[in-house]
């Protein structure tokens, strides 16, 4: 928040608002006299910056009632942030599903919608998909439109670093130079932001999930493909073009380097060999070759996906470990270039091929170490589908701390 | 500079004395309106904070004679900022050659010395190597050691982000667990830093060389050894062990992946396929399998460098050319990985093959953007050799801006 000068009361008495309100924002309820111990502010300063607090609608006073002693003197006052007092809207969208994420102002949620949108064909269709799904998310919230202070989107593709403009998305048919922002802000009447999916995935990690007090981390997305979130210092890093991160593309498993960059489906080398759809491809050769019909890898009348190889290998299916161990292998040389770069705390391995499980975590870091120098910690994702909505939340709620709430 | 409490009229006289020594450091000299100009600052704060920065010793008064106007009433006052207050010392350790660079606090060079120190077998001899430079440096600068105020070492290998220690260094014989920056305080009464030479090199490009607005920067070595600098957003991004941009540990060429990770040199996978080694060695083969004794590459009783493939090459000489090629190909599919992680503004080559010149960087511009999403600029070093000494200055004068000049 800003409109002060600086060294004015008017900004001190903002300066002292937003030291109150984080003290009162990190606890449930706190005493007055705790708000001093944390902030070091005087009791009137606090006193004054909280009445300024519940006026802007902010905080809320509670009577504390103590057992054994309720009606014996003035009770002490409580305080409370009023979470209540705004909301915010987390969105993911993907090729097949879109998540919609309502929380309030401690990024509790308050509504959870997926709905599949694999049969939306262009991005008119999809658009309204995401639209139908916020607007369904909200009322079953039943939180107003014009409750909500900020919107993040999470997209795949390369998202244009300061236009909010997916720049190429080639898994969204027709979704490359959409502004979509401008689209969503339609619908809002407060900001929309949108950041690449894997992006937000990481935020969401180092929020609530794998990677709560790792410097240095990076996501990886696994799953039909195959990109990195970085996030370095408490920042997400971009890149130059908003292009960092694009793993997709790297070619480290063609001696000759001379594989085509990006094919008809928009797919580049690395997840055309370690994506969802190579395990299925290749699981689906390794059962026609060894003719073998009681593997599970060809149970007749049921179409192959990439957790049935899993789950076949991890069931002792011969073809089917070859074909894991081949994609781990390759997987490996292409997170080993990412690690001998970045040298990050923590390597998470989210999307849907993710779901595999311990047992190839396990088997993926020994090959990852046996390429690298140092010895990266490896873990799965701890949010799992959700990474990316509640990656957008924290997304939102930051534009919310620094924009709303009174701040430093 | 610390000390005073915040709030206090100390702290806010130290702050007034920072905001008018910066102006002062922007110019080589200013009067006092110029510095009411710059900083806002009122005239009697202003000299106030100059009388307090000239008892200090960092500022010098000179009277200014106008041409035309001399002796006509009182001379303006002219103040400059005293780089001869102190001095700081940057010192780039290589495998063949020891450099040390001497510089006011202004950063201006008064002394550089270049030794060659490919004959010391061990860590004492190339210690009192480094030792008998730096002394001859000060002595051909005439500074003497108390004005040292901070001393910046580059070294190769990886270097404990914390402890200034030498964790690996496979190109010098015993350099590795050397704690490098204690025996080096025993020559200064100042402190003395450790940084990975790379790391300095891209710093030094960042300052005075051919990234000076850049946000993301990547330097990469190119010599017998292949590494990265890597600079994001004003920092140096050093990894949770000091282990970022070790990109000759790289394993993109061998299409089985089993390569050893470190041979019997200390060198990785990329660097025994690019670095100046893998050149000469090329080239040798060359020639022999071409038996044309005419080439380049044979020229009898010559020992064979990578910098004479390189001319070889330009002259027109086909065995070189098909090495130069080669390499070139090679070094693209290490780089691009690179660039798909970080997205940087720029890329910068530098390194003694790099010296190879430009029309091998437009080569591998072209070899590089085939394989990469978003045409990242590639540039050479502009500062060739003194790269890392110069980044070595840059890291001692921030050293003293924050701990000895007054600063905010």
């Known amino acids: 928040?800003?409109?002060?000068?600086?060294?004015?009361?008017a900004a001190l008495r903002q300066i002292n608002q937003a030291h109150v309100l984080s003290a009162v924002r990190?606890?449930?309820?706190?005493r007055l006299g705790e708000i001093a111990e944390t902030t070091g502010l005087s009791r009137p300063t606090i006193a004054s910056a909280l009445d300024e607090l519940h006026d802007a609608g902010w905080v809320d006073?509670?009577?504390e009632h103590p057992k054994g002693r309720s009606g014996l003197g003035r009770p002490a006052r409580l305080v409370r942030f009023r979470a209540e007092a705004g909301y915010v809207v987390g969105i993911d969208i993907g090729a097949h599903r879109t998540g919609v994420v309502v929380a309030d102002l401690n990024g509790t949620p308050v509504a959870t919608l997926k709905r599949g949108t694999a049969g939306a064909y262009d991005r008119h269709q999809l658009l309204g998909a995401v639209r139908a799904t916020v607007h369904d998310a909200l009322a079953q919230s039943?939180?107003?439109?014009?409750a909500v202070m900020s919107v993040a989107v999470g997209s795949p593709g390369i998202i244009h670093p300061t236009e909010s403009m997916v720049v190429q998305a080639p898994s969204l048919p027709g979704w490359a130079s959409l502004n979509l922002a401008k689209e969503l802000r339609r619908s809002f009447r407060c900001p929309v932001q949108v950041e690449n999916d894997v992006n937000l995935a990481v935020l969401g990690e180092c929020?609530?999930?794998a990677a709560k007090?790792?410097?240095t981390v990076v996501f990886v997305l696994w799953g039909e493909r195959?990109?990195?979130g970085i996030y370095i210092d408490g920042q997400l890093h971009r890149g130059a073009?908003?292009?960092a991160g694009e793993l997709g593309y790297l070619s480290v498993l063609d001696p000759s380097g001379k594989e085509v960059l990006v094919d008809e489906r928009g797919l580049g080398p690395f997840e055309r060999a370690v994506g969802a759809g190579a395990i299925v491809a290749m699981g689906k050769q390794a059962s026609r070759h060894r003719g073998d019909s009681k593997s599970e890898l060809a149970r007749p009348g049921e179409e192959l996906d990439a957790a049935r190889v899993f789950s076949a290998a991890a069931a002792g299916d011969r073809a089917a470990r070859q074909v894991v161990d081949t994609v781990i292998a390759h997987l490996a040389r292409g997170l080993a270039p990412l690690l001998l770069v970045l040298d990050p705390d923590l390597l998470i391995i989210g999307g849907g091929v993710s779901r595999a499980g311990k047992a190839v975590l396990d088997a993926l870091r020994l090959q990852v170490h046996r390429l690298t120098l140092v010895g990266t910690p490896l873990e799965l994702s701890a949010l799992g589908d959700d990474a990316v909505a509640i990656g957008a939340l924290r997304l939102a709620l930051t534009d919310v701390e620094q924009r709303v709430l009174p701040s430093l």
Request: proline share 6%; hydrophobic share 35%.
């Open 1 to 9: 928040m800003s409109g002060a000068s600086p060294g004015s009361p």
């Open 26 to 30: 990190r606890s449930e309820a706190l």
């Open 61 to 63: 006073f509670l009577d």
């Open 142 to 146: 039943g939180v107003g439109r014009n």
């Open 207 to 209: 929020w609530r999930g």
């Open 213 to 215: 007090s790792a410097r």
């Open 226 to 228: 195959v990109g990195a």
């Open 241 to 243: 073009s908003g292009a």
